[in-house]
């Protein structure tokens, strides 16, 4: 067995296990050694499941010797601390769920399982995923890989982290934002944020439910679309899951891309975007171009509306969601609570942290008698406009390109203080979500050592098209290679 | 719009949210800043314009109203605070 195995993509690894290279439970252990050796460092894991790991690779073993092997058999995965896993802590980064033990599997978490993946542990993230850094989590600020000074990004911020180290093949996020494809972008990895209800919600702890996605998070395209065959498909528990059927995300990866039509919002390369950010994109687009694709520029004239509109929506959805943790089923409660309103109170004053606090006043305060017009509704119809601009545009073309985030990964603590600057983290990610949109980011180059991410944005169900330019950009680029030099 | 120390207490209760005395005056700040942001909205013309409900305008599916989930009491109960005879114990709420 060679000790190079963390340097292998998922597609090469599946690869291995099937030729009897190596087995899953030493590709599981040796995983579980570069987790042990590094968590200190980038606090990347809330919970490491080695005991479970060993036993399911050990099945996957199994299956393996039977014949029965899935896509992603006997291949170690980590998930995002925010899908309910039966039996394990699923904390969602909050004192309020530090004390709950899942007593069901998410959807996500089943069709892993079902497919022979081994779960490794369960990712920190941004408490509740309100964040872009990841420093919310109330078990402590996660680190970027390629800078320890730096934040990941969030909110799936340790998944990002976790494969960037490459202490993780592949790892599942959620983005009700961008919290897919910002830290993705800041730790130089792969990661697809899928159309929304393609991937089902059931056991995924509620954010803003008409915005929340989860997908994948791996070093290439290619095993972005191995993990996304797994998790993608109906599911009846989830009231908007998507009854289109699924295609194989394998057949068009390698299709031809010459005269695929590459759309470029004029408002993704304005005011607010750092300039090397801006040159490391124009290259990347230039090897489009080199591939045979057409580039236009076009308009999304709503763009800066939709930070706005999002701090509505998913606050107003949250304070919703959030109102089931209320100390009295699961989760923190308070000590010695004197009445029921008491209880309420003080459990979730004392369980939320302060940026997820911020968000339910802003919820409440949106949604409350004689606001609800002037705010809500007047933000869904802006969300409205917002992915009206998108219908048009994909009118015209294939695929909208630009970059993920305005910069590099800004330092640990620089934004904290500050709310709103951390939100404008998110303004070239956030509205696609508002649209329902599938979107990717791909590492594509470097700003003073720190990663670049480029944006494909898709039109309603085409995560193939996405998945196909990915693995084009991939067969003649080598930034989705580089691995930080302390993790190499 | 500006929010105050009142404002925040005020739906501070309504979320049924202890907020520390010390801390008020910062959520008054940061929520106020916030709303200063979401405040761009209004120079948007949305006469007119339908209010999106769901990203791909689809309405809720319905099923069947059979019994799907099984009794799972007691496991589900397992983590929660306070628990007796398989209710979820609150402190008094009728004298």
Request: hydrophobic share 40%.
């Amino acid at each position: 067995m060679s000790n190079d195995m963390h340097s292998k993509t998922i597609a090469e690894l599946a690869t291995g296990l099937r030729n009897g290279e190596f087995s899953s439970a030493e590709l599981t252990k040796s995983y579980l050694e570069r987790i042990n050796a590094s968590n200190e460092k980038l606090n990347a894991f809330i919970t490491v499941t080695d005991e479970q790991a060993m036993k399911q690779a050990q099945a996957a073993d199994q299956r393996i010797a039977a014949g029965d092997t899935g896509i992603l058999t006997g291949i170690p995965i980590a998930h995002k601390d925010i899908f309910c896993t039966d039996g394990v802590r699923t904390s969602c980064a909050s004192k309020m769920l530090d004390p709950f033990i899942a007593p069901y599997d998410a959807r996500v978490i089943e069709n892993f399982q079902n497919d022979g993946a081994v779960m490794l542990g369960k990712t920190n993230m941004d408490e509740f995923a309100m964040g872009s850094s990841t420093e919310t989590s109330y078990y402590g600020a996660v680190k970027n890989p390629w800078d320890l000074k730096a934040v990941p990004g969030g909110s799936s911020g340790c998944s990002a982290a976790a494969v960037a180290a490459r202490i993780a093949p592949g790892a599942t996020g959620t983005d009700t934002g961008g919290s897919i494809r910002q830290p993705a972008a800041l730790c130089g990895i792969t990661g697809l944020k899928p159309t929304y209800g393609r991937v089902s919600r059931y056991g995924m702890i509620a954010f803003a439910s008409s915005l929340d996605q989860a997908g994948p998070m791996a070093a290439t395209a290619e095993d972005c679309a191995m993990m996304l065959q797994v998790m993608a498909g109906f599911d009846k528990r989830d009231s908007t899951s998507s009854e289109r059927d699924v295609p194989d995300y394998s057949v068009d990866l390698n299709r031809d891309i010459a005269g695929m039509k590459i759309g470029l919002p004029k408002e993704y390369f304005g005011e607010g975007l750092d300039s090397d950010v801006a040159k490391v994109i124009e290259a990347a687009i230039d090897e489009y171009k080199k591939l045979g694709a057409e580039v236009v520029e076009i308009s999304l004239p709503n763009t800066h509306m939709a930070v706005p509109t999002y701090y509505v929506v998913a606050p107003a959805e949250c304070s919703s969601n959030l109102s089931r943790m209320d100390g009295v089923r699961f989760g923190y409660r308070c000590e010695d609570p004197k009445d029921l309103e008491d209880l309420y109170k003080r459990s979730r004053g004392e369980g939320f942290g302060p940026e997820v606090k911020r968000r339910i006043l802003i919820g409440a305060y949106a949604l409350s008698s004689g606001y609800y017009d002037a705010y809500y509704l007047k933000a869904q119809r802006v969300r409205n406009l917002i992915s009206e601009d998108f219908k048009k545009a994909f009118e015209k073309v294939d695929l909208i390109m630009g970059p993920t985030t305005p910069s590099p990964a800004f330092n640990l603590g620089e934004k904290s203080d500050d709310p709103v600057s951390m939100y404008l983290a998110d303004i070239y990610t956030i509205a696609v979500n508002l649209a329902g949109l599938p979107g990717m980011s791909l590492p594509a180059g470097f700003v003073n050592e720190r990663p670049v991410g480029l944006q494909l944005i898709g039109n309603y169900f085409e995560e193939s098209r996405l998945l196909n330019a990915g693995y084009k950009f991939q067969q003649v680029t080598d930034w989705h290679q580089k691995i930080p030099g302390e993790f190499a | 719009m500006a929010l105050d120390k009142k404002d925040v207490e005020g739906i501070a209760h309504l979320a049924r949210l202890a907020i520390d005395e010390a801390d008020i005056d910062g959520y008054a700040e940061s929520l106020s800043n916030i709303l200063g942001l979401v405040d761009q909205l209004n120079s948007v013309d949305t006469e007119g314009v339908t209010p999106m409900a769901h990203p791909m305008h689809m309405v809720q599916r319905l099923r069947a109203d059979e019994v799907t989930e099984t009794n799972q009491r007691e496991h589900l109960q397992e983590h929660a605070p306070a628990v007796e005879r398989g209710l979820f114990l609150v402190p008094k709420v009728i004298e």
